[in-house]
């Protein structure tokens, strides 16, 4: 609909897979190099992992289209089957007729074929999708494809692409022998903030006009808040942004067109997926009825200012326990205890947005005055040491 409007030669935000909008982040760019040295020095396995939306399909896609075309090649994505139904679709993709359901004939039909190619200088790529779903027993099927080998060189190389918990299954005490063999391991991390704008201007660029848009700086905080940085919740959120922008005839994105875009999409489809070190926060918020999205304009504001009590009273509760820490603990604890401050900065940073989001919507109501001037920021310093106890540092820059 807005392709001819803002002269795109494609739509710059759809959820495929298409390998043309690779945006090589720092993490991308890291994963391409291993996966490209490891082909090279024949490492027999190798691992790729990420978040569901972080881009493995598509990055596994352009890794394909630069692979000398003469490479066998076969790629499985689907991996609720059982070992003989794996092994007939493996054989299947690298081409060859399968007339057997029985292992062995599968296995020396396999063995067979790769013979054949390695007699031609050729090495064989198996690539294993969604391998997070493979059972133990079928990894370990996996594993003994390694074992198909000459007396100096794999015969068959094997890259498992999968979501985080594929490292979960692979370190189970059973599969020892597969973890010793995975000889490039990579990871995608979900994209920072500075990334999130490049790939945005990136998939304008690609799609044929960089400057269709412009988005304020507080739009791409927005997006990258609400994405946590994962390229498909951030396709999501682009495209609809691109359809308001060509509805109401503008060349820039705002903060507000943002939180609007958010809130009509479907809470699944938000949702995005949060890495394990972020559970906590997403976890407490919950817990609070604090949501990470934009306010929700209710009558009154009262359950958005009962959240920002609770996490103010919770902000000054972490504070004193942390310093009770402290007075109590040694050497070997001071890494956590750093730890556990940068989380409760992290707490304060977000009550300070919910006070700046609740004055903007004009419907907050604090205990101790009706704006944020009549009560001040709550800083770490709040509360005061516990006997004995130094003071804690005064909080420098913009809170």
């Known amino acids: 609909m807005y392709e001819q409007y803002f002269h795109f030669r494609m739509k710059p935000f759809e959820l ?3 390998p043309d909008f690779l945006y090589l982040s720092t ?3 890291k994963a391409m190099t291993y996966l490209t040295y490891g082909l090279e020095a024949r490492t027999g396995f190798m691992m790729l992992t990420g978040e569901v939306g972080s881009g493995k399909t598509t990055l596994i896609r ?22 003989e139904q794996l092994l007939a679709m493996i054989i299947q993709d690298f081409g060859l007729e399968n007339s057997s359901r029985d292992k062995v004939h599968l ?13 031609k200088g050729r090495q064989a790529l198996l690539i294993i999708d969604e391998a997070q779903n493979l059972t133990p027993e079928l990894l370990e099927e996996v594993r003994m494809l390694s074992n198909l080998e000459t007396d100096d060189t794999k015969l068959l190389q094997i890259l498992l692409v999968g979501q985080p918990e594929l490292n979960r299954v692979v370190a189970q005490p059973g599969l020892r022998q597969l973890r010793q063999r995975i000889g490039i391991v990579c990871h995608l991390n979900t994209l920072s903030r500075q990334e999130t704008e490049d790939y945005i201007y990136h998939r304008l660029e690609i799609a044929g006009n960089r400057s269709a848009l412009t988005f304020t700086g507080t739009a791409l905080d927005a997006i990258h808040l609400f994405s946590n940085g994962v390229p498909r919740l951030i396709n999501a959120v682009s495209n609809l942004l691109l359809l308001t922008a060509f509805s109401e005839g503008v060349a820039e994105v705002n903060r507000e067109m943002v939180d609007d875009v958010v809130e009509s999409l479907n809470p699944q489809q938000l949702q995005p997926q949060i890495p394990v070190e972020h559970q ?3 976890v407490l918020l919950d817990a609070l009825g604090i949501s990470a999205r934009a306010p929700q304009r209710d009558e009154g504001g009262g ?7 609770a996490l103010h009273k919770l902000l000054v509760d972490m504070n004193r326990r942390i310093r009770a820490m402290e007075s109590s603990a040694g050497g070997d604890s001071a890494s956590d205890l750093a730890d556990l401050r940068a989380r409760l900065r992290t707490l304060e940073e977000l ?4 006070i700046r989001n609740a004055d903007r919507m004009g419907h907050a109501e604090r205990p101790q005055g009706s704006s944020s001037e009549e009560r001040p920021a709550w800083k770490l310093s709040d509360v005061p040491p516990r006997a004995g106890q130094q003071p804690a540092p005064a909080e420098t820059g913009e809170q």
Do not use: C, W
Not at 107 to 119: A, G
């Open 107 to 119: 296995m020396k039909q396999l063995y067979d074929f790769l013979i054949e190619e390695y007699s």
């Open 303 to 309: 359950r958005q200012d009962q959240g920002m009590q």
């Open 62 to 83: 352009y890794f394909m289209r630069g692979l000398d075309k003469s490479i066998p090649l076969s790629k499985i994505f689907n991996t609720r089957v059982n070992a």
């Open 16 to 18: 495929v897979p298409n």
């Open 280 to 282: 906590g926060r997403r």
């Open 27 to 29: 993490s991308h760019q």
């Open 351 to 354: 009550h300070q947005e919910q």
